[in-house]
């Protein structure tokens, strides 16, 4: 059964490019978290999604940050015209029920020039 | 106030020894606790997860959680120096809310 997959596990940008980070749960899991970690910093919590469903967002910056769970495919973590301080790894984390345990991606380092 | 406070440290134990990380977490209607280990560079590892009150035990880890004192701690006996790592307390509500980790050092 293989992890938590995410993709790519590098990415540069140019500033103003869009950069999409996709993230593959577990089989059988249908929720997913997306957490952004600068380095020496915890853990911060972006969006929490269900299937087909947004069920928390309140971590994500209103504009330019977007995220989906379609029903068949990966969620998609989406940063539009990307600036510097958007640098940092970002990690997915996968379950298959609320309040059950999470399993994270390896992550993708995010580096915009 | 945070969801979940845990000592920044860095906490720095011999080998060994036994290591105590200790977590706070402020929502009452919390019903699950994990301990997540994160190795600099890498992502979080999941290496226990408690459900009810008292001890759980898993090889030299231990996790107690008490939900009157809206607590949760890990034990580590026999710390090694590859325990050396960040530790992450998390709690769920709607959500997983995380700890900004205890550093520790396990000293040769």
């Known amino acids: 059964n293989a992890g938590v997959m995410q993709n790519p596990r590098h990415l540069v940008r140019r500033r103003g490019q869009e950069a999409r980070l996709r993230c593959s749960p577990m089989?059988?899991?249908?929720?997913v978290y997306w957490y952004r970690q600068l380095p020496e910093e915890g853990l911060k919590f972006m969006v929490y999604?269900?299937?087909?469903?947004?069920?928390?967002e309140s971590g994500m910056p209103k504009e330019r940050f977007s995220a989906e769970f379609p029903k068949e495919g990966p969620s998609i973590l989406r940063i539009q015209q990307v600036v510097r301080g958007d640098s940092a790894a970002y990690f997915c984390a996968s379950s298959p029920g609320i309040r059950i345990e999470a399993f994270f991606g390896q992550g993708t380092r995010l580096t915009v020039v | 106030q945070k969801e979940v406070e845990q000592n920044s440290g860095p906490l720095s134990v011999p080998e060994g020894a036994i290591a105590s990380l200790n977590c706070t977490y402020s929502d009452r209607v919390s019903q699950s606790f994990f301990w997540y280990r994160q190795y600099s560079g890498k992502s979080p590892e999941l290496i226990m997860s408690i459900y009810s009150n008292g001890d759980k035990e898993d090889g030299r880890f231990t996790a107690q959680l008490n939900k009157a004192s809206q607590y949760v701690s890990l034990l580590i006996r026999d710390s090694q120096p590859s325990d050396s790592a960040t530790y992450l307390c998390a709690v769920t509500g709607n959500q997983f809310y995380f700890g900004t980790g205890t550093s520790l050092t396990v000293i040769p």
């Open positions: 999604l269900q299937k087909e469903n947004i069920i928390d």
């Open positions: 089989k059988g899991h249908s929720h």
